[in-house]
T-cell receptor, first 115, second 115 residues
């Protein structure tokens, strides 16, 4: 079946504008994760969803970041009033369940550039 | 607290050389899961392998092999007869039984394979 898809693949925006990043997980996967990867760096965990619920938002870098998931499927990560330090690749992953044993499968990422 | 250490930041080898990427982890759980991912220049993280803490058998898949040793808390990855296409960043990750939202990724090892 299809893997995790993300859109757009690239986004260039001006400082202060809002952006929405979309993630379409593997069908049937109940858990969904968002990560951020700055240039040449490792993965920074942002938020996870079990179904439509996000029990812990503490990983989000600031209150300009929000995420939602509807219908237990597609998720949107929104960044308001973007800043240059938000420039990074945003990766989405999904897994069958939230269990630690379940492999996370990653999408291709959205490269965000804030000018 | 859990931790994953990939001490090698960058490794450069010549094609056909064997190369081992080190991964050392820390966890208090007795049940946990270890993963390796490959991130080629295209950016997408590709899942390579998952091992659970109760299975210390080494695994071989083509030119790839993994050596899991609980006694030294290590899960090392060896590429035999490396090829240019192996050039990528490789991430080791640890997930505790608590859940996938507790997955910790190492900082990654960038592998350059020169022709």
């Amino acid at each position: 079946g299809a893997g995790v898809s993300q859109s757009p693949s690239n986004k260039v925006t001006e400082k202060g504008k809002d952006v929405e990043l979309r993630c379409d997980p593997i069908s049937g996967h109940t858990a969904l994760y968002w990560y951020r990867q700055s240039l040449g760096q490792g993965l920074e965990f942002l938020i996870y969803f079990q179904g439509n619920s996000a029990p812990d938002k503490s990983g989000l870098p600031s209150d300009r970041f929000s995420a939602e998931r509807t219908g237990g499927s597609v998720s949107t990560l929104t960044i308001q009033r973007t800043q240059q330090e938000d420039s990074a690749v945003y990766l989405c992953a999904s897994s069958l369940t939230l269990a630690g044993r379940d492999t996370q499968y990653f999408g291709p990422g959205t490269r965000l550039t804030v000018l | 607290a859990q931790k994953v250490t990939q001490a090698q930041t960058e490794i450069s080898v010549v094609e056909k050389e064997d190369v081992t990427l080190d991964c050392v982890y820390e966890t208090r759980d007795t049940t946990y899961y270890l993963f390796w991912y490959k991130q080629p220049p295209s950016g997408e993280l590709v899942f390579l392998i998952r091992r659970n803490s109760f299975d210390e058998q080494n695994e071989i898949s083509g030119r790839y092999s993994w050596n899991f040793q609980k006694s030294t808390s290590s899960f090392n990855f060896t590429i035999t007869a490396s090829q240019v296409v192996d050039s990528a960043v490789y991430f080791c990750a640890l997930s505790e039984n608590t859940g996938g939202f507790k997955t910790i990724f190492g900082a990654g090892t960038r592998l350059f394979v020169k022709a």
